[in-house]
């Protein structure tokens, strides 16, 4: 039996004053959470390929990201917004996972 895979999101903190404000996380079309500034979600889906993007203040979207899992496999994601308030959406690398983390 195949087993579910995951797609995680990081939100990274931010410098700017928008950081800590909500994101929608959109997964294949539909509205599945928010995340705030260095906070995360684990999304259950099937494998195959699926599409996410991010929407901030409600008006600006990111680029959408298409993202192919496999059973069983956990994707992480970091979201994260520009200096102007934009919004990403990319594979997360290690620089991204430890400016979520809170500071020691």
Not at 53 to 79: H, I, N
Request: glycine share 8%; hydrophobic share 40%; charged share 25%.
């Amino acid at each position: 039996m195949e087993g579910l895979a995951s797609i995680k999101i990081v939100r990274v903190r931010g410098r700017w004053w928008f950081a800590f404000q909500p994101f929608t996380v959109e997964l294949d079309g539909t509205a599945v959470g928010t995340l705030r500034g260095g906070e995360s979600h684990a999304y259950e889906v099937a494998s195959g390929e699926h599409r996410v993007r991010v929407k901030f203040r409600r008006v600006v979207w990111s680029e959408p990201l298409a993202v192919r899992v496999t059973s069983d496999q956990e994707v992480v994601l970091a979201c994260r917004t520009d200096r102007w308030g934009y919004p990403s959406i990319r594979v997360a690398g290690p620089d991204d996972l430890s400016e979520s983390q809170p500071a020691a």
